[in-house]
């Protein structure tokens, strides 16, 4: 019933900023704890960042933190994901995803929603 639409990748350089963008439909998207993930060709999808109702407790993974920030508008139904200093191995498609009752963030099994996902590529 939740619909996750994405947008904003494409193609960069390396030290390049994007911004990805995901609007929900839906009325209780405030409720909802927001991720983004990310995968490589061949790899397994990784948490890249969550973000928790109120936009006051967030998650980063490691190999992103300093570089990306999370952030959500609630009045506008959307998650953003701001990419700074990126580097190649950024290169991944990106998912939007929702979770109803939270839980092990980290996990791609703790989401009940996903969007279509979009590719970011950062060359070298």
């Known amino acids: 019933q939740v619909q996750l639409v994405e947008s904003g990748g494409g193609l960069v350089q390396v030290g390049g900023s994007l911004r990805l963008a995901c609007t929900a439909s839906g009325r209780t998207f405030s409720s909802y704890v927001m991720g983004w993930f990310r995968q490589a060709p061949g790899k397994e999808r990784d948490i890249v960042a969550a973000i928790w109702g109120s936009g006051g407790s967030t998650y980063y993974a490691n190999s992103v933190k300093g570089r990306f920030t999370i952030s959500r508008d609630n009045a506008k139904n959307t998650v953003y994901l701001q990419m700074n200093s990126l580097k190649p191995e950024d290169t991944a498609v990106y998912y939007c995803?929702?979770?109803?009752?939270?839980?092990?963030?980290?996990?791609?099994?703790?989401?009940?929603?996903w969007g279509q996902g979009t590719q970011v590529t950062v060359s070298s």
């Open positions: 995803a929702a979770s109803e009752r939270g839980g092990q963030v980290v996990k791609p099994g703790s989401y009940d929603y």
